[in-house]
Structure formats: C-alpha cells, structure tokens
C-alpha cells in the first residue's frame, strides 16, 4: 500500500540553525502517530516542509504516493494550527472557519454550493459543534477551538490531518473528546499527525510514536518511546555525543 | 438657516460636487482595503507604501504615465526594500520601514522641488480636493472602480490569507501571492486617496475605518459594509464642516474619522472601553475571553 506520508532525507536550515538533518520517516495510511520532541527539534519545521510553508533545502516530501505540493493542491492535507498561531479576535464565526476548509474546492469566487454547506454542517456534527456554529471563534472553549479547526480537516476532506500542539491549552475533559474524535477519524482512514509534549495522552491517543531530534531518533510502538533510554535521547540529555553516529556538528 | 440650506448650497458649485464624488470614491474603497489591512497588521505598511509612492507619481507626471503606474512601481520598490534590508541584515522591520519610506518620500519632495509644473507641493502633500477636474474624476473613479472589482473577487481569499495563511499554503494557494496583492491594491487606493487628504494623510483613510468597523462587529462580512459607510459618512460630514467654516478639507475629513473612532472605542456595544467594562462582570457565562493576539 502506497504510504499516507512519506518524508525522505528532509534538510532544512534557517540561516546557520539547522532546524531538520536528513530527516526520514514514513506514515502508514488510517493510523495515529505521535510526534515528540523538544522545542526546537524541528516538529514546527517538519509541519511546515509537509504544508509548503518552508521548502526544505535536500530531500522530499511525499503524500499518497504524490508529490507534496500535489497533494496540497488535491486538498489532501489538512493542518490544525497550534493556539498560539491563531489571532482569536478574527471576526469570523465557527462556521466561517470549517467553511475555509472547502475553499480549495470552489471557485475563485469561493462561493459555497449546496455541498460545500452540507460538508460544513456535516463536518460541525462530527465534532459536536452545531450548535455554536455562529460563535465568533475566539468565543470558543480550548478544546472547542481545536475541535472547529479538526471540523475545517473534516469538511476539505483531506486524508492527512497534521495537528500541532492540540492539547496545549485544554482541559482534561476536552482532551479526551479530541483523543476520541482522532481515533475515529483513523477508524475511516484518515493518517494523523500529532506534535504534543503530553506524554499522558500518547497511550490512548497514538498507534505509534516519532521521537525527534532534527532528525527520527526512533519511530515504533508509543511503549517503547515512553523508555526512559529514548525519552533522554529525545531531550538531548545526553547530548552533544549521542553515540548514534551523530554526525551532524 | 435651514439644515437643508446647509446641506443644498454648496452644492450649487461644481466644484463642491466633484469633491464630494471623489471623496466618497476614496473613502469606500480605503475602507474596504482598511478591513484587510488592519486585520493582517499592516497599518506600519500602509504608513510606508502610502507615503513611498511620491516620487512614483511626481515622475509619472514628468513621462506622462497614469499616476497609478508610478504609484505602483514605488509602492513594490518600498515593500522589496524593506524586504531586502530586513532580511539582509540586522536591522529589525519597523527601522527598516522607517529608513525606506522616509527617504523615498524624501526623495519625493525633492522631485517635486525642481520639476517644474503647475501643481502646488502643498496640493500634494494635504490634497487638493476642491481643484478636482473633471478629467481627475475619471481617472480616480476608473482606479477605484478596478480596486473594488479585485477586492470584492478576492474578498475570502484575502480574508483567508489574514487569518491562517499556513491553511492557504496548505490548500495550494500562495499566500506570497496573495500578499502581494494587497500591497499592490495598496499603492493604487493610495493614487486615488492622495487627491482627497494628501499623501501625507491617505494612511488615516487606509486605518481608521477598518479599525472602527472592527470594535463595531465580530463579523467580517459586516465590517465590509460598516467601514465604508462610516467612512463615506465621516468624509462627507468632513467636508462639508470645511466648506461652512472655510477650514483644510482633507484636515476634517480625517479629524472626523478620528473623532468617530474615539466614540466608537469608548461606546461600540461590543468592544467599547466603557460598555464593555460595565457588561464584564454580568457574563459569567463560560467562555473564554479572548486573548490579545500579540
């Protein structure tokens, strides 16, 4: 089967910072992959060499079996932002936002059709948000906010859903309705990328796991990366000598 | 003397008509631009472009092109090397706009200085909008015509490059593109403003209305509407004031909109400072108060 995601020896540098060093890794379709890392160990920039937004310097970025930048085009990969991207007083309601997520499918009007709102309510329903769907955005709880951008996925009907930081900012509660919600959505066959610094919620959440470093220290079962051994790695403990050939000066 | 004696005199000069004409041109189409600019955070790039496209228009003038032309080439020039000073070096991009929009409207005023044409420095600098031909009428009217027609046919694909412009990357769309756009419409609107309030005032026309109708409403479909109407209104009202008490006319058209922006921040039913501090404490009703963007 043609993997979901497939990154294939990834460089990016800002200026002298290396921010991802020949970073490989592959996502097998309709499973649920936690990304962890350090701040700075490139989960941002990997997001963003997967959304175009930085177009690494060596190595490809492939989506179902098609060059990243086809697949954005195909509307095949949807991203949910991280809450501290997002200008929450933006006058525009929920319903605005997941009506977003059909724009690719439009014209370059991007007025709705019948099915573009019929995609819209469907998706609000999927993620409990009927009726708060003319809410400014801002004027949603932690866990509703992230649960409207995962409806904006849902409506563009993309296949990959990169989400960043999703839990950061929610509560317990809604943390599960999100970790129940992702799980479903891998049920139908949808890959999905979790970036999170909660470990907790990786067992229940998560099919396997990518520690990262600027580059995969280890992708595997979420027990295995919960070892002690791996989690150090992963936040450069032992660092600047890895021992794993760390080439990379 | 009757309301409608204040209201009907001027206009028995043409004059007083075509002003008023372009003035409510302008305003509409500043504020509908307004409504993107000030949610993207670019009232410092409004500031710069609207003043760097001085000696676009001065040597358009010499050559005989349309002023929009010169307006546009400048407005680029400014927002590349702002671009290229801020990336290539270590200043930081609010020095770097300073040092570009200073020095092109410098250079402006120079260009102005010693070509010699029949148009007053000053005309430029705070409008001249009682000396409208009509010919300038045409010319501002088919701009702002244009101006609107894109920015109505790109009307969400703006508002979605100022909201999550990584979503618009990610549905193969070029939010690099999309910038550009807007700094293009920018240079134009300002070709079509400058007549009306100068350039040195076109940034107030390109800020105020947008950051009005953004206390006004938490719906972006209805600052569309509002900006432009308070900004036609405000215009009008300015205008008139300066015809009764003889007074700068581009000067009270943006005291005006200043005037009514500090009524609404004080009174807007949503955001206003002292309607909202006094609703606070009566809506414990769960959400989350939204955090400042910073």
């Known amino acids: ?27 097998e379709q309709g499973q649920v992959t936690g990304l962890i890392g350090m701040n700075g160990s490139g989960k941002s920039t990997l997001f963003k060499s997967v959304m175009g937004v930085v177009t690494p310097q060596a190595g490809r970025v492939r989506v179902a079996g098609a060059p990243a930048r086809e697949a954005r085009r195909a509307q095949r990969i949807a991203y949910v932002p991280q809450s501290e991207d997002v200008d929450w007083d933006f006058p525009l309601s ?23 709102r ?48 999703p839990f950061a900012g929610v509560d317990k509660r809604s943390e599960g309705t999100i970790v129940a919600l992702l799980r479903e959505l891998a049920a139908e066959g949808h890959t999905v990328l979790v970036s999170t610094h909660d470990l907790h919620a990786l067992p229940a959440l998560a099919d396997q796991a990518i520690l990262l470093l600027r580059r995969v220290l280890y992708q595997g079962d979420v027990a295995g990366a919960l070892e002690p051994q791996n989690l150090t790695r992963a936040f450069g403990l032992d660092l600047p000598d890895s021992g794993d050939g760390g080439e990379s000066a | 003397m009757s309301l409608i004696d204040i209201l009907v005199e001027p206009l028995q000069y043409d004059f007083m008509v075509r002003a008023l004409l372009v003035t409510v041109m302008a305003a509409v189409v500043c504020a509908l631009l307004s409504c993107w600019l000030v949610l993207v955070g670019w009232s410092l790039m409004g500031d710069a472009v609207s003043h760097a496209v001085l000696p676009g228009v001065v040597l358009a003038y010499v050559v005989g092109a349309p002023f929009a032309l010169g307006a546009l080439a400048f407005g680029v020039l400014a927002v590349v090397l702002i671009g290229a000073i801020r990336g290539t070096s270590r200043v930081k991009e609010d020095a770097a706009i300073g040092i570009v929009f200073t020095t092109l409207f410098a250079l402006g005023l120079v260009l102005v200085s010693v070509i ?4 007053d420095l000053s005309h430029i600098l705070f409008g001249n909008i009682l000396g409208v031909s009509t010919s300038d009428l045409w010319q501002i009217g088919a701009l702002a015509l244009a101006a609107l027609a894109v920015l109505l046919f790109k009307s969400r694909d703006l508002t979605l490059f100022a909201f999550d412009p990584v979503h618009a990357h990610g549905i193969g769309l070029s939010p690099k593109r999309l910038g550009w756009l807007l700094l293009g419409l920018l240079a134009i609107v300002s070709v079509v403003a400058l007549q009306v309030v100068g350039v040195i005032l076109v940034v107030a026309l390109l800020i105020i209305p947008g950051a009005t109708a953004y206390l006004l409403t938490d719906k972006f479909t209805h600052m569309l509407w509002i900006a432009p109407l308070v900004s036609s209104a405000c215009s009008v009202v300015g205008i008139y004031v300066s015809y009764w008490f003889d007074a700068s006319s581009g000067g009270l058209v943006v005291v005006t909109q200043g005037v009514f922006f500090a009524l609404v921040y004080l009174f807007s039913p949503r955001h206003g400072l002292l309607t909202r501090k006094r609703r606070r404490p009566s809506s414990p009703d769960g959400t989350i108060s939204p955090s400042r963007h910073a």
């Open chain 1, 94 to 116: 929920v319903w605005d936002v997941v009506m977003m997520g059909r724009y690719g499918r439009m014209g370059p009007m991007r007025r709705p059709r019948k099915a573009d």
């Open chain 1, 1 to 27: 089967m043609t993997p979901a995601l497939e990154v294939d020896g990834v460089s990016v540098a800002y200026g002298d910072v290396e921010a991802l060093t020949e970073c490989s890794l592959t996502l």
């Open chain 2, 116 to 119: 010699p044409s029949q148009t």
């Open chain 1, 118 to 165: 019929a995609a819209v309510s469907e998706a609000l329903e999927r993620v409990g948000l009927v009726d708060l769907a003319g809410r400014q955005i801002g004027a949603l709880s932690g866990g509703q906010r992230k649960r409207a951008f995962v409806a904006r996925g849902i409506a563009q009907e993309a296949s990959l859903m990169l989400l960043d930081e």
